[in-house]
């Protein structure tokens, strides 16, 4: 798929999660990420992070609820469902977040940007590559630690993680600069190398997701019911388009799975 | 012949404290020139290299004075990116230097920057790959690649640029022979055919100075001089084991190929004779045992049914890149699931376990280095097993570190922290010590500290296992050598059965002598006594 296809992919995922909390779409919406991430990742430090994001998103889900349910202002049941439900789609979003990191590639993105932002773009680039390269790092370095007894993951020993961690990121991050320079960065006009190209796949799975988005907007502009839980809380109603819209957005899992 | 490189009084240190790592240097390097930089580790080897194209002062601060030209451009009013052109830079450490995650991309970087139309760059970018073998590798991610691979694909997307000025650090340390043979192969027909200037830092110097015209010393105190190869590593000492061979017999001119050696030989001795010195080798028990162990990378099997008896003794493993030498220590050191198969203690049957009856020394040594000190870093592991610190001095002094236990580890050269770390994980005083490509980056000086603390080690019971490229470390240390091809064990015997006969792996000393020969203490006492 084109790396902007993605992009609009991630923003149609995560735009639809932020306009509802019912589950009867968060639900769908998280499956279908997942399903995208396991059909069409690409072997890497992204691929692997994607499991710690999922991780964070659950994590995210149980303490946004428990803090809830026992905080001594509590209202009652209502507000521990709502503060679940607005848990979950804090886990969605992080859950699409990390599928986008596994399936693309932020340096491909890069690529794209017009060629005055490419600074900015480049920050971007580098930041978004941070997570993965980080959590690579953490498991190379608790790999080696154990091999002489040290078991990071203690309090006692964070420093043993911790200070190989930062200290090699930050020489990778000048290595990284340097080799960029040395390899003419910035020097002037830059021109592209075999370009991606928008082939049918892409400019589907695009519109699919452009789609949903404008259903999820058009039901939020009509004030549909059911897009937000409410109080008293209740099963909300399912309206089966906008269901559908959700289920859509596993549409490039199907059409461009990795090749392996 | 106009200079490519000029260097007009130029001194430099990283801080106004900091020791001078060039003081008053003053020399050209010609146009179309293979150049050779050597010296010990930490005399500025990778400084020099990074003055070519700006990346110091421009990327490290510090306190400089005078001025580099390169094809006629100050570095001073130039950065690096705007010599990119002109000059083309491959660091130390390729997998911190990626950009882009596919090679070809990888590849055509530099070539993006430097605006050079799509269609030439396409061109560039084949011609390239063909030039490194790397197009079966061209759609991969370059995180997924061998070390050996990286850097060759680190190479190639500096070479894309189209810079007639190519600087390399350390290019082939993690290269087997014959893929470091290619790869200067290649930058030597660039050179000869095209008038290209290579420079390159090397600390194996029996792989280049074949290839090199002249080179550049890197002597203490910040004095770098530029002669021919025989002159500054005669000024330098050391050199490759012919050199070192000819220096010990009093030899001049002194050889720095085996060609010259080869021919030197054969006056002293007439016809090489059949005297063969058989040094003695220690034998002990096995330790561990592996039984038919298969194992995979995502659906690549890059074991296939190894069977192998470790024992209390040196035990290398050879064979070229990707041929599972790595995965084969993984395996062992419980960092990586066999798919099938099963690896034994002898002493229990269970399988070994990690950090105990097993540890694994990681190449890079960032990756475990962390307390304040350099005693602090191996009490630490003392600590974690619980041993008594009583031990500490032991290690430090078999590591050569005790007059350094109360500095920085990051104030170390980079062959002394390879070896703290080592030391490091060495004791946690685990059965069986696995380590890979232990001498990347290590000078002969360094080497030879870790040749004896793995002798002892193993002297004392322990089965140490090591995976490298380093024929001529196989040669002086391991008891006993197995050979990988494509995840199998195509061989294995003592030292001299394996390497001797072959045209890839023999050392030195056994080119020179027709296999009679392994190690330069044999040569010296059979050429000696004659």
């Known amino acids: 798929m084109h790396p902007a296809a993605w992009l609009v992919w991630a923003v149609a995922a995560g735009g639809i999660a932020m306009l509802t909390t019912n589950p009867f779409y968060l639900l769908p919406l998280a499956s279908m990420a997942a399903f995208v991430h396991a059909a069409c990742r690409v072997p890497g430090p992204g691929a692997r992070s994607f499991r710690i994001f999922a991780l964070f998103g659950v994590f995210a889900l149980i303490t946004r609820t428990a803090l809830v349910a026992v905080t001594p202002y509590a209202i009652g049941f209502d507000s521990v469902v709502l503060a679940a439900a607005e848990g979950l789609r804090l886990a969605v979003l992080l859950i699409v977040f990390g599928t986008f990191n596994s399936v693309s590639d932020p340096f491909k993105l890069l690529k794209l940007a017009p060629r005055r932002w490419h600074e900015p773009a480049l920050v971007v680039a580098l930041a978004l590559s941070i997570a993965p390269r980080t959590i690579d790092a953490v498991e190379k370095v608790r790999g080696a630690q154990k091999m002489r007894g040290i078991e990071v993951l203690r309090w006692r020993s964070l420093p043993a993680l911790a200070v190989p961690v930062l200290s090699t990121g930050m020489e990778n991050a000048l290595t990284l600069a340097a080799s960029m320079d040395a390899r003419g960065h910035g020097s002037g006009p830059r021109t592209r190398y075999r370009p991606d190209v928008w082939d049918r796949k892409s400019i589907a799975a695009t519109l699919v997701c452009v789609v949903a988005v404008a259903l999820f907007t058009a039901a939020l502009v009509r004030g549909e019911a059911g897009l937000l839980v409410s109080i008293p809380a209740e099963w909300p109603p399912v309206d089966p388009l906008l269901l559908l819209a959700c289920v859509a957005l596993a549409l490039p899992g199907l059409l461009s799975p990795t090749r392996t | 012949m106009t200079d490519a490189i000029v260097f007009s009084e130029v001194s430099f240190a990283y801080g106004p404290d900091a020791p001078e790592v060039l003081r008053r240097t003053s020399l050209s390097i010609p146009e179309g020139a293979f150049v050779l930089v050597t010296g010990a580790t930490g005399a500025g080897k990778s400084t020099f290299l990074r003055c070519i194209n700006g990346l110091v002062p421009h990327f490290s601060g510090g306190v400089w004075s005078g001025e580099v030209a390169v094809a006629g451009s100050s570095t001073i009013e130039h950065a690096p990116r705007g010599l990119a052109a002109q000059v083309a830079y491959v660091s130390q450490d390729p997998d911190a230097s990626f950009v882009l995650d596919r090679v070809e991309d990888e590849l055509a970087y530099a070539m993006e920057n430097l605006a050079v139309p799509p269609h030439a760059m396409r061109r560039r970018v084949e011609e390239t790959l063909d ?125 720095l190929t085996v060609r010259e050696a080869r021919a030197r030989v054969g006056r002293v001795n007439g016809v090489t004779g059949s005297r063969e010195v058989e040094i003695a080798r220690h034998f002990g028990s096995p330790v561990v045992a592996m039984t038919g162990v298969s194992a995979r990378y995502a659906r690549d099997e890059v074991l296939h049914d190894v069977t192998l008896t470790i024992d209390e003794r040196v035990t290398a493993l050879i064979g070229r890149n990707g041929a599972g030498k790595t995965t084969l220590l993984r395996c062992l050191a419980g960092l ?195």
């Open chain 2, 131 to 255: 030039l490194l073998a790397l197009a079966p590798l061209r759609d991969r991610s370059v995180r997924s690649l061998s070390g050996g691979e990286r850097q060759r694909v680190a190479i190639a997307s500096a070479l894309t640029a189209g810079a007639r000025i190519l600087v390399l650090d350390e290019p082939t340390s993690q290269l087997d022979p014959q893929g470091a043979e290619d790869v200067l192969a290649a930058l030597k027909r660039l050179v000869d055919d095209l008038a290209f200037t290579v420079i390159v830092a090397e600390h194996r110097l029996e792989r280049v100075t074949a290839f090199a015209d002249l080179a550049v010393g890197a002597f203490s105190s910040g004095r770098f001089e530029i002669g021919d190869v025989a002159g500054i590593v005669e000024q330098l000492g050391g050199g490759p084991p012919v050199t070192r061979l000819g220096r010990r017999l009093g030899w001049t001119p002194l050889p």
């Open chain 2, 336 to 530: 990586h699931d066999p798919a099938s198969g099963r690896i034994a203690m002898a002493s229990s049957g269970a399988s070994p376990r990690t950090g105990t009856d097993v540890a694994f020394s990681p190449q890079d040594p960032g990756d475990i280095l962390y307390a304040e000190t350099v005693a602090a870093e191996v009490a630490a592991t003392l600590d974690a097993r619980g041993a008594s610190t009583e031990e500490l001095d032991k290690w430090l002094d078999a590591a050569g570190l005790e007059s350094k236990r109360d500095i920085h580890p990051r104030d170390l050269s980079a062959g002394e922290r390879s070896l703290l770390a080592i030391v490091a994980i060495a004791a946690t005083a685990a059965r069986i010590l696995a380590l890979d490509e232990p001498t990347r980056g290590l000078d002969p000086e360094s080497k030879d500290r870790l040749c004896e603390l793995l002798d002892t080690m193993a002297r004392e019971g322990h089965a140490i296992v090591v995976a490298t490229h380093d024929v001529e470390l196989v040669a002086e240390m391991a008891d006993h050598v197995v050979m990988l091809a494509a995840g199998e064990v195509v061989a294995q015997g003592p030292p001299r059965a394996i390497l001797s006969g072959s045209p890839v792996f023999s050392p030195q000393m056994a080119r020179i002598s027709d296999g009679r020969w392994l190690t330069l203490d044999e040569a010296t006492t059979a050429l000696g006594s004659s």
